[in-house]
């Protein structure tokens, strides 16, 4: 039983509808995070998980539809100028785009895509700034039913990693 554990860094814009102070503004951050994996045993080989499948999937997907892009609350007006663009946007299923919220819904992606690999999810750290980050160790019950059943289809189907991989090959 051990911990693997992957770093990796991604930039995205967002704002906090309804903050009360400058958050309430369009602005992005460098994040960081490190997503923590637990498992049970290892391979003959002496190790559980290639580093490269967590780069390869779970990494991959936060480079294709989160990195360099802007993170939306669905209420959020500027969605509708950021489609008509062509930008890319994610839109948020557990409302703002907090630390918080955006580290819970990647727990969830990561749950989902690094199951087939015998990986199941500690916690996520994820840094906003390089002093403030927040630790996810659970989803509730209550974002869990959020995300189960109203996850956009366009991003449900980028979940099942098998799709997510073929997918990623068309595009290179
Ligand atoms: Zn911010």
Redesign the pocket.
């Known amino acids: 039983m051990g911990i693997v554990s992957r770093v990796h860094s991604f930039c995205a814009g ?3 509808i309804g903050h009360p102070n400058k ?1 309430n503004n369009t ?3 460098n994040y960081k995070i490190e997503v923590n994996f637990k498992y049970q045993e290892i391979s003959d080989l002496g190790y559980r998980v290639d580093f490269g499948e967590i780069k390869s999937i779970f990494i991959a997907w936060i480079e294709m539809y989160i990195d360099h892009g802007y993170i939306a609350n669905p209420e959020d007006p500027i969605i509708k100028y950021l489609e008509e663009q062509n930008h890319k946007i994610h839109i948020m299923h557990l409302g703002n785009p907090t630390a918080e919220n955006i580290a819970t819904e990647l727990y969830y992606v990561a749950e989902l895509m690094m199951k087939s690999k015998g990986l199941t999810v500690d916690n996520i750290k994820l840094w ?1 700034t390089p002093n403030c980050y927040v630790i996810v160790d659970r989803i509730s019950p209550e974002d869990r039913y959020i995300l189960d059943t109203k996850f956009y289809p366009e991003y449900k189907s980028s979940l099942d990693t098998k799709n997510f991989l073929q997918c990623k090959k068309r595009e290179e």
């Open positions: 967002h704002r906090v958050c602005h992005g951050h906003e």
